[in-house]
């Protein structure tokens, strides 16, 4: 996603080709995500930059016509008796970027019927009526169609082999022996960013990759889950969501891993399982289906988007951080900004708080 999103702005202005390790766009963490737009995640600068983005999923550009990027979903963040104090800073980190309603009991019930409440379950929440789910294949399909109207090109089955600054250009050549030259090269590889940047002779920014997990199982029997809210604990514990005709539950897990093509783990499939029973009426008899992605953070859990300050042309964009989606068209003008000289595009967050030179 940051790769793409990238190069479609870029190719307003540019000539682009993204070159793709996988045979297909989107195959290991773009595709894999809970895909919620949200301000319950990450800290100020991703909330400030998800709010920036967020007139991009509302009324897509042109380029994006008959394109639906995704539906209005509610998001609930609750909290037991214990966890109140926790449920009022959440507030307060959030209300700057978004409307929040506090609801009790019988409020949550009415959105989340199996949540359980009352003595030993949650007490109060909080509610954002405009959350947006959305959707992570269309996202993709539209960046990629507005870079190939603007002239651009995507390559896929190049896994780089050596990248190498010949002069002023960087020459890349991939597994397969085919040969790619350009002033900038972008490091948008996701969990495998610093590895590029060491076979570039650049100094890594030490990502971690953490995986996360998601099942599938189903709802109540004769349940609509169609109106069924994005579900979160108060901590970084559990969320649920209806998910095509089933629902989905990760126990929000960030395990650490090399860069990888992620695979569920038995244990936190066992644990998503646990908590939602432990969290609602629900008992998950079956698991339906099962996947595991890789959320990338720098170790600032900040975003990573600027030219590498030891070598020429080396641009990052990496650290996204389960993000990804939600702060896309932003941090698609920042690179373009940071790139090309464009103005920059938001008032609220400085281009040192994302260049990779505040790891130096």
Known sequence: MAGL??????????????????????????????????????????????????????????????????????????????ELAALDELNAAIAPFATLERVGEREMLELCPVLKVGDGGSVAGLVDSNGLRLDPHALLQGYARTLRDRGGEIVTGARIASLRRIGETWQL???????????????????????????????????????????????????????WPFTKTVSDELYFAPESGRLFASPMDEVPSEPTDAQPDDYEVALAAHRMEERTTIKVERVHSRWAGLRSFAPDRHPTAGFGPDAEGFFWLAGQGGFGLQTSPMMAEIAKSLILGTPWPIATVSPEELGPARFS
Do not use: C
């Open 173 to 227: 050549k991939t597994e397969r022996g085919d040969r790619f030259d350009a002033p900038v090269v972008v490091n948008a590889v996701g969990a495998w960013a610093d590895r590029i940047a060491e076979l570039a002779g650049v100094r890594p920014i030490s990502l971690q990759p953490k995986r996360r997990t998601i099942i599938t199982f189903d709802g109540p029997e004769g349940a609509d889950l169609s109106n």
């Open 5 to 82: 999103s990238a190069a479609a702005a870029l190719s307003e202005q540019a000539r682009v080709t993204v070159l793709e390790a996988e045979e297909q766009i989107g195959y290991h963490s773009s595709g894999r995500s809970a895909t919620m737009l949200h301000y319950a995640l990450g800290n100020p600068l991703v909330r400030a930059l998800t709010l920036a983005s967020r007139p991009f999923f509302d009324q897509p550009p042109e380029s994006f016509a008959g394109i639906s990027l995704g539906r209005r979903m509610p998001v609930l963040i609750h909290a037991r008796e214990s």
